[in-house]
């Protein structure tokens, strides 16, 4: 495991050691509900196949010159709740050139692949993922936020404000998070704690490193 999943998940256990000293749920009800939730995100989603941007334009398949600038699109699935990534050359854009299902877009310098030192995604192209994520419900696009909210706090984008514990009903943990330099007096940021294992965590880490082509 990387030094940087590693620092990830000691975020995650320092919330598993606060849980510890909350009293357990009053009904078993609520338990057999986590239990299940658990079960189902360990090794979250092992079949999920991310593609690599691929060095051509999305809408007109001319080769994408390392130096060039390009924009880069995440597009939701239409069978699954992962995403697909296409680049655009500016001209394509311009014109109006847009990918179905289009969720988030942001503007990157093409690499050469020859080049060994990593790429990093602007930080404000981070924070507007995650809160565009921010009122998905689906499991997977929970996880990915989560994971997405960890790597901001470790990389000190997002400070950790403080935590709304999980409820018998059914609530999951929620960690209240601030954009740097923001308000402390502004109203915090939520994102559900799903639980996640050491695992889920470096396999969506990855999966989020293939979609942006960005060493997080």
Request: aromatic share 8%.
């Amino acid at each position: 495991m990387s030094d940087k999943i590693a620092s990830l998940s000691e975020l995650v256990r320092r919330s598993a050691d606060a849980r510890a000293s909350v009293p357990p749920f009053p009904t078993d009800a609520a338990r057999i509900t986590f239990l299940f939730y658990d079960s189902r995100m360990t090794r979250f989603n092992p079949g999920y196949q991310v593609d690599r941007p691929t060095g051509h334009c999305a809408a007109t398949g001319e080769t994408l010159e390392p130096g060039s600038i390009c924009m880069a699109t995440l597009c939701e699935r239409e069978d699954d709740e992962g995403f697909d990534r296409f680049d655009y050359s500016m001209s394509a854009w311009e014109r109006g050139d847009r990918p179905p299902r289009l969720f988030s877009y942001w503007r990157v310098t093409v690499p050469d692949p020859q080049a060994k030192k990593p790429l990093f995604v602007d930080e404000e192209v981070l924070l507007d993922l995650f809160q565009r994520l921010a009122d998905d419900e689906r499991p997977q696009r929970v996880a990915f936020r989560f994971v997405l909210g960890l790597i901001l706090i470790r990389k000190k984008h997002l400070k950790l404000a403080g935590r709304k514990p999980a409820t018998a009903d059914g609530e999951h943990e929620r960690w209240l998070v601030r954009p740097r330099g923001v308000d402390p007096d502004q109203p915090a940021l939520e994102m559900v704690d799903p639980r996640l294992s050491e695992d889920d965590i470096e396999d969506i880490t990855s999966q989020l490193n293939e979609i942006l082509n960005a060493e997080l």
